[in-house]
């Protein structure tokens, strides 16, 4: 199916995690996705409680003040490993996205990500993931934590793979090296809008 038949109709408000931002604006902006917007802050991962807590809060509003569907994207494994997200889902009478979390979105959905990692040793990184782990970075230095430590984090890591979803690949690899990870570019992928507007309509269309 052509990209440019995949333009959905119906009107719709996405609860989003905002590791997406760049991407589901972009799409809106360039009129191939009609949605209302609403994001939670890629910042609370770092405690699946934070996300938890947060995200219930927003659905609970929005499913308040929306007068049409509502679509959860966020990945299965954001809650946790045992499907957590999808029973979250289902308690609130949501349809989400079929994919593990955001790379797997920029890559495609439905877990496509771990065949593109078969050895579990690369990071995957688009924009928004940068900016996660850049504020990271940031938050730990202020709390005392060390160059050191923080470099141990990604011990085991070949290398990273940057995802260009936006058309900018300059500016990604550019804000990779000011995020301060000390990983190595190995790969700067094009992957386009595509994928994220595949799975978002798919899950609009099970709704």
Known sequence: MKLKTLIQKTKVCLVCCSVLKEELLLLVKQGKLDANLVFVSKYFHVDYELVEKNLRKVLENTLKSSMGKVVLIYGDLCLGQNGEMKKLA????????????????QLGGKGI???AD????LMFMGPGMIGFFAHMKEQMLKQGVDEASLDGLFSGIKGAVLLDTCG?????REDFVRSGVPLKILETRCVGLENVLRLVLDAINQC
């Open 90 to 105: 289902e308690e609130y009478g949501v349809v989400k996205v079929d994919a593990l979390n955001c790379i797997d979105c």
């Open 113 to 115: 990500s771990l065949t």
């Open 118 to 121: 078969p050895e579990h040793n």
């Open 168 to 172: 900018d690949a300059e500016k990604l």
